[in-house]
């Protein structure tokens, strides 16, 4: 998937927001020790391959890019996203230089920092992005988390992709070539993980399932007219914790009628799509089928799907972090969006402790800030009000 992702857009730039409580540790002993660190990462060593059509990465000039600034401008968490998108809109240098960076940002609250870390998106997918982390900043020998042994590809699955594909093949225009694109924009509600957990138990849902659930609750209600989300999955392995590559797919998830759309008719199609999705293994077996093709073909494949949806929803749980006396207590995963996508929005939901964060970055004149608010709202309602009978039994 690194050479689809380089195929389709070579500056793709994603990452994760990490917000520590906590007073930063003195910069240059940390400097040292994630040098250290990094030094041992295979992704975190590499630059573009030589040519196009290589499969092989090159050796970057240098084995680290870690900085620290502080920004007595940054006022308040207004300021502080600007901050962000500002940085993620800024490409890696055209020298061979890592495609990685990591930033320590203070300035609004003495006892508050944000932890950026950048990269190239083929070189490193959101599962391997949080290997990394736990290697530079937590404790490399903790057990992963998100990685998941092989499972036989199914023939059923071949169908659902071959599906997506055709449905997506006239999906939204992507921006012209040249000229500067919207500003990158973010916005973000924090929702409590055990409420979460126990709206999703009480609902025979996972915690996932009810976010996708509601998050296509959401998009009706603000009218964002968005017939499908791109959900991604990880294919990454326990044997390639630190493999550099993009070990990614995805498959697309229908959001119903309606509006407003209710939450039992969200939960149930949700779950059955989900659900199906899982049980014909859709992850292994889309990794499967794209491994399997040539560079060229590989791309045609997967290009509607990445290319033409305009929506993007993934999760991710991070694990347990601190930075000398600083605990990690939001994360939010984030994306370029480059023009050459037609991605309206990217929304994500980080899990970090006892807070889920649903974060959207998006370009055009979307509705982000009221699409965040919204789900976080109906999160809320969800939690108070107890599910119909028909839904608990599956009806």
């Not at 071959?162 to 012209?176: I, K, L, M, S, Y």
């Not at 409420?195 to 609902?203: C, I, T």
Request: net charge positive.
């Amino acid at each position: 998937m690194d050479q689809v992702f380089l195929g389709l857009s070579p500056g793709l730039i994603a990452g994760f927001v990490l917000e520590f409580t906590g007073r930063l540790p003195e910069a240059a002993a940390l400097r040292e020790h994630l040098r250290e660190r990094a030094a041992e990462l295979p992704a975190l060593g590499l630059t573009f391959p030589d040519s196009a059509k290589s499969r092989r990465w090159s050796a970057a000039a240098q084995a680290a890019s870690v900085d620290f600034s502080h920004r007595p401008d940054l006022a308040d968490e207004d300021a502080l996203r600007v901050a962000v998108t500002e940085l993620f809109d800024r490409p890696f240098p055209a020298e061979p230089a890592p495609q990685w960076d990591l930033l320590f940002l203070s300035g609004y609250d003495a006892q508050r920092f944000t932890v950026i870390y950048r990269a190239n998106h083929a070189l490193q997918d959101g599962v391997g992005m949080i290997q990394n982390l736990q290697a530079l900043l937590g404790d490399p020998r903790d057990e992963p988390l998100g990685l998941r042994p092989r499972r036989r590809p199914t023939a059923r699955a071949v169908v659902n992709i071959a599906r997506d594909v055709r449905a997506t093949r006239e999906g939204p225009a992507a921006d012209a070539a040249g000229g500067s694109p919207a500003p990158l924009r973010w916005h973000f509600r924090d929702l409590d993980r055990s409420h979460l957990a126990a709206a999703a138990e009480s609902r025979g849902v996972t915690v996932n399932d009810l976010c996708l659930a509601t998050l296509a609750r959401a998009v009706r209600a603000v009218g964002m007219r968005h017939p499908t989300l791109l959900v991604p999955m990880s294919t990454r392995r326990p044997s390639e914790r630190y493999t550099p590559g993009n070990f990614t797919a995805g498959y697309l998830l229908r959001i119903p009628t309606g509006n407003p759309l209710s939450p039992d008719d969200a939960l149930r199609s949700v779950r059955r799509q989900a659900g199906n999705a899982r049980r014909t293994n859709e992850r292994d077996t889309r990794r499967a089928v794209l491994a399997g093709l040539p560079n060229a073909l590989a791309r045609r494949a997967a290009r509607p799907v990445i290319v033409n949806v305009g929506l993007t929803a993934s999760s991710a749980t991070l694990p347990h972090l601190e930075i000398g006396d600083a605990r990690l207590i939001g994360a939010a995963m984030a994306h370029s969006a480059p023009s050459s996508l037609a991605l309206d929005a990217y929304v994500s939901f980080a899990t970090t402790g006892t807070t889920v964060r649903c974060s959207v970055f998006h370009r055009k004149n979307l509705p982000g800030e009221l699409l965040v608010e919204t789900a976080r709202n109906l999160f809320l309602d969800l939690h108070q009000h107890e599910p119909s009978r028909a839904l608990r039994l599956g009806m």
